[in-house]
Antibody, heavy 119, light 107 residues
Framework: EVQLVQSGAEVKKPGESLKISCKGS????????IGWVRQMPGKGLEWMGI????????RYSPSFQGQVTISADKSISTAYLQWSSLKASDTAMYYC????????????WGQGTLVTVSS | DIQMTQSPSSLSASVGDRVTITCQAS??????LNWYQQKPGKAPKLLIY???NLETGVPSRFSGSGSGTDFTFTISSLQPEDIATYYC?????????FGQGTRLEIK
């Protein structure tokens, strides 16, 4: 069974750094692109970027380029999303999701990680 | 980036009604258009891929059509469990964009 299991909720202060994780299982982790999606409170889905764990090829949405870093450790089948200096506006639910190979869809999603940034 | 215009933003319908949501791309995306359902507090769920293909396990009352720039998502007979927000999503060479979402309510 394909699963993407994300790390738990975080509460941080503005200016702090953070790295959240997404562990894949039940499939070949290095053979599928993994993306990250932001959902701010009461708002829609925003695509942040995507990484191919096989060779760490990474693409960012223009809105998120330079704001976050996406990485992966294929030895432990885990993708990461990190911030060097959080802002209150980073408060959101963050989902990791797997891009299917045969189609253009995102076929599996993590359960989400809630990040709250507040002083 | 390709922009997606989804409408309506919200919709109220009765059980048994036919419901239609549209999505328009800012440029030709062939059939690279997918539809998702998101219930409150849950991750999105894939319903339709590549414009018109029903994901395994998804009820047949859900369907999609279109190609190029104009796409339609239909629920043939609305059920109470279909209350959710629906999103279209386009794919263009590893660049992905979602529509703004349609919140579906029961009248």
């Amino acid at each position: 069974e394909v699963q993407l299991v994300q790390s738990g909720a975080e509460v941080k202060k503005p200016g702090e750094s953070l790295k959240i994780s997404c562990k894949g299982s039940g499939y070949s982790f290095t053979s599928y692109w993994i993306g990250w999606v932001r959902q701010m409170p009461g708002k829609g889905l925003e695509w942040m970027g995507i990484i191919y764990p096989g060779d760490s090829d990474t693409r960012y949405s223009p809105s998120f380029q330079g704001q976050v870093t996406i990485s992966a450790d294929k030895s432990i089948s885990t993708a990461y999303l990190q911030w060097s200096s959080l802002k209150a506006s980073d408060t959101a639910m963050y989902y990791c999701a797997r891009r299917a190979t045969v189609t253009t869809a995102v076929d599996y999603w993590g359960q989400g990680t809630l990040v709250t940034v507040s002083s | 980036d390709i922009q997606m215009t989804q409408s309506p933003s919200s919709l109220s319908a009765s059980v048994g009604d036919r419901v239609t949501i549209t999505c328009q791309a800012s440029q030709d995306i062939s059939n690279y258009l997918n539809w998702y359902q998101q219930k409150p507090g849950k991750a999105p769920k894939l319903l339709i891929y590549d414009a018109s293909n029903l994901e395994t396990g998804v009820p047949s009352r859900f369907s999609g059509s279109g190609s190029g720039t104009d796409f339609t998502f239909t629920i043939s007979s609305l059920q109470p469990e279909d209350i959710a927000t629906y999103y279209c999503q386009q794919y263009d060479n590893l660049s992905i964009t979602f529509g703004q979402g349609t919140r579906l309510e029961i009248k």
